[in-house]
């Protein structure tokens, strides 16, 4: 096994990324991040690809391979504004907003966001996937594991985006043989448990952020 780099959780739901021990490792004040001995980094794909190179770990997920790795950097470039943004937006205007802020969500709002993240699937499958088992090529690589997780949000508040997606099913299979079962439900266990977690969260919470949340979203 690799080794790891210590850390620990922060609740955002409480603000703790707004505590003075949060802001030394960073100042954004935003998760994910870490401190690795005196070096602070944060936003997940440099996290990522720090960790990556650091700790060796084996060629596929970040190929030594010109153009492999290209097509890896090339997603990971891509998914930032697209499958990121539109999959977090259709799970804070499906579940979050209505349920947590309780705040309606007109039904255009809701209908271009489904447009919106369908497109993103359809590029996916178009551009990303196309005929090979996985994005980089015939192994899994980091492109396809930060595909995955954004992919699963949407299906977290209730959306099954695979149905009718052949192509998009047949890869979250290869994905999830790859990395295993047990694993891949470990890293989704929250996000698939989001419908019952929003029931007894404490709305209270939220409401500091409300204003900030209703301006970005709707």
């Known amino acids: 096994m690799p080794a790891r780099i210590p850390g620990w959780s922060t609740d955002i739901g409480k603000g703790e990324q707004y505590g003075e021990e949060f802001g030394k490792i960073n100042m954004m004040r935003k998760v994910p991040a870490i401190r690795d001995g005196d070096f602070c980094l944060a936003e997940s794909i440099a996290i990522m690809l720090y960790m990556a190179e650091k700790f060796k770990t084996p060629d596929f997920w970040y190929p030594s391979d010109q153009q492999q790795r290209a097509r890896v950097n090339e997603y990971l470039s891509w998914q930032h504004m ?33 447009e919106d993240l369908n497109g993103s699937l359809q590029l996916i499958e178009d ?19 930060v595909a995955i ?70």
Request: glycine share 6%; charged share 25%; hydrophobic share 50%.
């Open 82 to 114: 697209a499958i990121r943004m539109n999959g977090s937006k259709f799970f804070w205007l499906k579940l979050l907003i209505p349920k947590v802020l309780c705040v309606e969500v007109p039904q255009d709002k809701m209908d271009a966001a489904l």
């Open 127 to 145: 551009k990303f996937i196309q005929d090979r088992p996985f994005i980089a090529g015939e192994q899994v690589s980091l492109a396809d594991l």
């Open 149 to 218: 997780v954004e992919i699963m949000q949407p299906v977290g508040a209730g959306l099954d985006v695979f149905e009718g997606r052949p192509k998009l099913s047949a890869w979250r299979d290869r994905v999830q043989a790859a990395i295993g079962k047990e694993l891949f439900d470990e890293a989704h266990k929250g996000i698939m448990a989001a419908q019952e977690m929003v029931k007894s969260m404490d709305t209270s919470k939220m409401q500091f952020f409300k204003p900030k949340i209703v301006r970005l979203f709707l």
